[in-house]
């Protein structure tokens, strides 16, 4: 107590107008004021909803839905699912573009240039192919050769390794 008294003595000889202020809480709360509270808050919030036209509601609305958006746990997969959308779209389009391109560029290979690389690159057999098929000739396959008919005529006549080469 004797330490209290000091700093009391002290006080009002440097500050003596601090030292005259009393010691009292001058604010107070109305009887029952904190039990109320909850209802009065509720009641106003309600009114104030009824009160507001659509506008401010679709207003509240989407910055609702966007303060949820936009927090972490859901800004990142958001995010990234917007960015496949787009990635997608433009590899579609690039795709699209290249096709159409690539038709163009070989559209516009002289035949002659086509005919002299199919003769440098491919072998007899399908060299005659593809002068079968440049003449127009058809490749009609006979309807009554049933697939185990070509089965059995390639295992008989067909070492099983050259199959496997050829269709493996």
Do not use: C
């Not at 009292?24 to 009887?31: D, G």
């Not at 399908?126 to 000739?137: I, K, P």
């Amino acid at each position: 107590m004797d330490n209290r008294e000091e700093i009391k003595k002290e006080l009002r000889e440097l500050a003596p107008r601090l030292a005259q202020i009393r010691h009292s809480n001058p604010f107070s709360v109305p009887e029952g004021y904190f039990h109320t509270l909850p209802e009065q808050t509720l009641k106003k919030i309600k009114a104030h909803q009824l009160s507001q036209p659509w506008t401010e509601k679709l207003e509240i609305g989407l910055s609702n839905l966007f303060s949820l958006i936009f927090q972490p746990r859901y800004a990142v997969p958001v995010a990234v699912a917007l960015l496949l959308i787009v990635a997608g779209i433009n590899l579609k389009h690039i795709s699209d573009s290249a096709q159409i391109d690539f038709a163009q560029r070989l559209a516009a290979v002289p035949t002659a240039d086509l005919d002299a690389y199919v003769m440098e690159v491919a072998d007899e057999s399908d060299l005659t192919a593809y002068n079968a098929f440049s003449a127009g000739v058809s490749w009609d396959v006979a309807d009554n050769i049933s697939t185990d008919d070509i089965t059995d005529y390639l295992i008989n006549n067909s070492e099983l390794h050259n199959i496997e080469e050829e269709f493996l």
